[in-house]
């Protein structure tokens, strides 16, 4: 029996922290050292972290969220 307020954890968290990870050096790189542009590549292997994790975790909203955001980055490489 589960007692009514155990939290459960969805799997996959190192997924999702890798993502996060990711996002934030991102962040850090584009606020710091723009003229590198590595922050472009940074943000487009962490939204596609982030948007498998949406998959694994059958979460529609992040699938797109994700999924567009890297589609942009990558436009934003090549454009």
């Given at each position: 029996?589960?007692?009514?307020?155990?939290?459960?954890?969805?799997?996959?968290q190192?997924?999702?922290?890798?993502?996060?990870?990711?996002?934030?050096?991102?962040?850090?790189?584009?606020?710091?050292?723009?003229?590198?542009?590595?922050?472009?590549?940074?943000?487009?292997?962490?939204?596609?972290?982030?948007?498998?994790?949406?998959?694994?975790?059958?979460?529609?909203?992040?699938?797109?969220?994700?999924?567009?955001?890297?589609?942009?980055?990558?436009?934003?490489?090549?454009?």
């Amino acid at each position: 029996m589960v007692k009514p307020n155990t939290v459960k954890k969805k799997p996959y968290q190192w997924v999702a922290w890798c993502g996060t990870v990711g996002l934030i050096v991102a962040s850090i790189l584009a606020s710091f050292v723009p003229e590198l542009y590595l922050h472009h590549y940074f943000f487009v292997v962490s939204n596609t972290i982030w948007a498998i994790t949406g998959l694994l975790w059958k979460e529609n909203t992040l699938v797109v969220l994700n999924a567009g955001l890297t589609v942009i980055y990558i436009l934003g490489v090549i454009v």
